[in-house]
Nanobody, 114 residues
Framework: QVRLVESGGGLVQPGGSLKLSCVASGYTFSWYDMRWYRQAPGKERELVAEITLTKTSYADSVKGRFTISRDDSKSTMYLEMNNVKSEDTAVYYC?????????WGQGTQVTVSS
């Protein structure tokens, strides 16, 4: 059974940093691309960053500030968030597609406020 568990969210001041983690289980982690999404209140869920076996990609809104990475030995994906802004406030979700089925974690809340 595929399971994704996010952690690391919290309250951070504008300009600050935060590192999110997503621990995966129930499938061969190293075989699959992984993604971070976020959903702000009243908005649709949006793709923030993706990491494949060979490359990473980012939404324009976070490019240069966020870094996605993975540690296959720990079945864990990370999102390092630097120079955060109020518009980064959202619930952040990790996502994987296995056998054509989408799996999501429960999400972790990130609030950027002074």
């Amino acid at each position: 059974q595929v399971r994704l568990v996010e952690s690391g969210g919290g309250l951070v001041q504008p300009g600050g940093s935060l590192k999110l983690s997503c621990v995966a289980s129930g499938y061969t982690f190293s075989w699959y691309d992984m993604r971070w999404y976020r959903q702000a209140p009243g908005k649709e869920r949006e793709l923030v960053a993706e990491i494949t076996l060979t490359k990473t990609s980012y939404a324009d809104s976070v490019k240069g500030r966020f870094t996605i990475s993975r540690d296959d030995s720990k079945s864990t994906m990370y999102l390092e968030m630097n120079n955060v802004k109020s518009e980064d406030t959202a619930v952040y979700y990790c996502q994987v597609t296995v056998a054509a089925q989408y799996y999501w974690g429960q999400g972790t809340q990130v609030t950027v406020s002074s």
